[in-house]
């Protein structure tokens, strides 16, 4: 095995910070707060386990683009043309409830940021609207730059608070508090919704391809497989650390306090602050604030970009005249998605818990399917020996097939049953 260098490692570090951008959005701030709030400690294992078994289909993302130049959804089309449009249906079906969820949280933190009162979904319009603004000229450079820079503020910001919270409060619930039951039929679907986004769709697979091989041809680099493993790596074991601290945050701030986690954007703001600030003290006020804008700005923004540039790809492989149309296609698409992300968020902003809980069950429920489709393209005969998987990594994606399919079947069994 040939040794990384440092200068390998920094020309090859990115994609995988830009993932971690994109993981540590609702799933953390929203979902894990949330579930630490609600249950404790209770659901930790859930949060464990879901990184733990889904770490090899993410993995896969940057190992198959390393291993063949090309992003994943050419690989599905090439696998199997089935597989490619299983992928489309599943991306088109739930981009704008994923775009919508992380953009509403987005626009909801902006008044305490600015002081300016404004509906939500208003907000909401200017968060999206200034991304696109940022995004229009298509460089992948701006967003690797940018992503970096608000990801080491997230950073800094979400470590204040965690000393704060371990030295001021103290895991202690009100006396008398009776601890909420986990296999319950609202505790199974919020442990599906809690599981589906965590620490990110298995779509993001395909996304991270995408960055992979963009990335290679900014820097004219084709790094190692140890490089593109260690810039994995860096994202996704920080993702769920954070996830842990979110969980850690929302259990000893808001569990046991009697309070009920808001169902609209705009209630869910003022309560993720006031009780930081109320268990904290007012100076807490700015940090939270500022970590919390941080942490979802980031996700919008890189999910503002995604979804196009997902979607210019599969046109490219539908229709290969396309491809010299690459970066008007993706204007064309930025605006357009943005613009049905804004509806659906026009239509049910105010169902904001809703919205939330939709999108992040959709992708869990999608979670095998894609799961299966990535274990299959990355043993495909083009793949060379030194890229395919250990033994180990192999076996860890035939059990996390396994627990994904579970957990999908316990979720329709008590959907139904119920």
Same mark, same amino acid.
């Given at each position: 095995?040939?040794?990384?260098?440092?200068?390998?490692?920094?020309?090859?570090?990115?994609?995988?910070?830009?993932?971690?951008?994109?993981?540590?959005?609702?799933?953390?701030?929203?979902?894990?707060?949330?579930?630490?709030?609600?249950?404790?400690?209770?659901?930790?294992?859930?949060?464990?386990?879901?990184?733990?078994?889904?770490?090899?289909?993410?993995?896969?993302?940057?190992?198959?683009?390393?291993?063949?130049?090309?992003?994943?959804?050419?690989?599905?089309?090439?696998?199997?043309?089935?597989?490619?449009?299983?992928?489309?249906?599943?991306?088109?079906?739930?981009?704008?409830?994923?775009?919508?969820?992380?953009?509403?949280?987005?626009?909801?933190?902006?008044?305490?940021?600015?002081?300016?009162?404004?509906?939500?979904?208003?907000?909401?319009? $200017?968060? %999206?609207? /200034?991304?696109? #603004?940022?995004?229009?000229?298509?460089?992948? +450079?701006?967003?690797?730059? &940018?992503?970096? !820079?608000?990801?080491?503020?997230?950073?800094?910001?979400?470590?204040?608070?965690?000393?704060?919270?371990?030295?001021?409060?103290?895991?202690?619930?009100?006396?008398?508090?009776?601890?909420?039951?986990?296999?319950?039929?609202?505790?199974?679907?919020?442990?599906?919704?809690?599981?589906?986004?965590?620490?990110?769709?298995?779509?993001?697979?395909?996304?991270?391809?995408?960055?992979?091989?963009?990335?290679?041809?900014?820097?004219?680099?084709?790094?190692?497989?140890?490089?593109?493993?260690?810039?994995?790596?860096?994202?996704?074991?920080?993702?769920?650390? $954070?996830? %842990?601290? /979110?969980?850690? #945050?929302?259990?000893?701030?808001?569990?046991? +306090?009697?309070?009920?986690? &808001?169902?609209? !954007?705009?209630?869910?703001?003022?309560?993720?602050?006031?009780?930081?600030?109320?268990?904290?003290?007012?100076?807490?006020?700015?940090?939270?604030?500022?970590?919390?804008?941080?942490?979802?700005?980031?996700?919008?923004?890189?999910?503002?970009?995604?979804?196009?540039?997902?979607?210019?790809?599969?046109?490219?492989?539908?229709?290969?005249?396309?491809?010299?149309?690459?970066?008007?296609?993706?204007?064309?698409?930025?605006?357009?998605?943005?613009?049905?992300?804004?509806?659906?968020?026009?239509?049910?902003?105010?169902?904001?818990?809703?919205?939330?809980?939709?999108?992040?069950?959709?992708?869990? #429920?999608?979670?095998?399917?894609?799961?299966?489709?990535?274990?299959?393209?990355?043993?495909?005969?083009?793949?060379?020996?030194?890229?395919?998987?250990?033994?180990?990594?192999?076996?860890?994606?035939?059990?996390?097939?396994?627990?994904?399919?579970?957990?999908?079947?316990?979720?329709?069994?008590?959907?139904?049953?119920?």
């Amino acid at each position: 095995m040939v040794v990384s260098t440092l200068e390998g490692i920094k020309k090859t570090i990115g994609p995988g910070i830009i993932m971690a951008a994109a993981a540590i959005g609702v799933s953390h701030l929203v979902q894990s707060t949330r579930a630490g709030a609600e249950f404790g400690f209770a659901l930790a294992w859930a949060v464990i386990l879901a990184n733990i078994f889904k770490y090899p289909f993410l993995e896969f993302g940057p190992r198959y683009a390393l291993a063949t130049g090309m992003n994943m959804i050419q690989g599905y089309a090439k696998m199997n043309r089935s597989a490619f449009w299983i992928f489309v249906i599943f991306t088109i079906s739930t981009m704008f409830a994923i775009h919508a969820a992380v953009t509403v949280v987005t626009g909801s933190l902006v008044t305490h940021l600015t002081g300016i009162e404004l509906p939500v979904v208003w907000w909401s319009a $200017i968060v %999206l609207l /200034f991304c696109v #603004l940022l995004l229009i000229r298509n460089q992948y +450079s701006f967003l690797d730059i &940018a992503i970096k !820079a608000l990801m080491l503020i997230f950073a800094v910001t979400t470590v204040i608070a965690m000393i704060a919270a371990f030295t001021v409060t103290g895991y202690q619930p009100d006396p008398g508090f009776i601890a909420p039951e986990v296999w319950t039929v609202s505790g199974v679907a919020f442990l599906i919704a809690l599981m589906g986004w965590m620490p990110i769709p298995i779509d993001a697979a395909a996304w991270h391809s995408i960055w992979t091989v963009e990335k290679m041809k900014q820097t004219g680099y084709k790094p190692k497989l140890g490089e593109v493993q260690f810039d994995f790596n860096i994202g996704y074991i920080g993702a769920a650390i $954070i996830a %842990l601290c /979110f969980l850690t #945050l929302g259990a000893f701030i808001m569990y046991g +306090s009697g309070q009920e986690y &808001a169902s609209n !954007a705009a209630a869910f703001s003022n309560q993720f602050v006031n009780l930081y600030t109320l268990t904290l003290g007012e100076w807490s006020a700015i940090i939270i604030v500022i970590c919390a804008f941080t942490t979802m700005f980031s996700t919008t923004l890189t999910v503002t970009d995604t979804y196009p540039r997902v979607l210019t790809h599969i046109l490219n492989v539908i229709k290969p005249d396309t491809l010299s149309k690459h970066k008007q296609i993706y204007r064309y698409l930025l605006v357009g998605v943005s613009a049905g992300s804004f509806l659906v968020l026009y239509l049910l902003g105010d169902h904001f818990r809703f919205l939330i809980d939709l999108a992040t069950t959709l992708s869990f #429920l999608t979670a095998p399917v894609l799961a299966f489709m990535n274990h299959k393209l990355i043993h495909q005969p083009e793949i060379a020996g030194e890229y395919r998987p250990k033994p180990w990594l192999y076996w860890l994606s035939i059990f996390g097939i396994i627990f994904l399919s579970i957990f999908a079947l316990i979720y329709i069994y008590w959907m139904i049953r119920f």
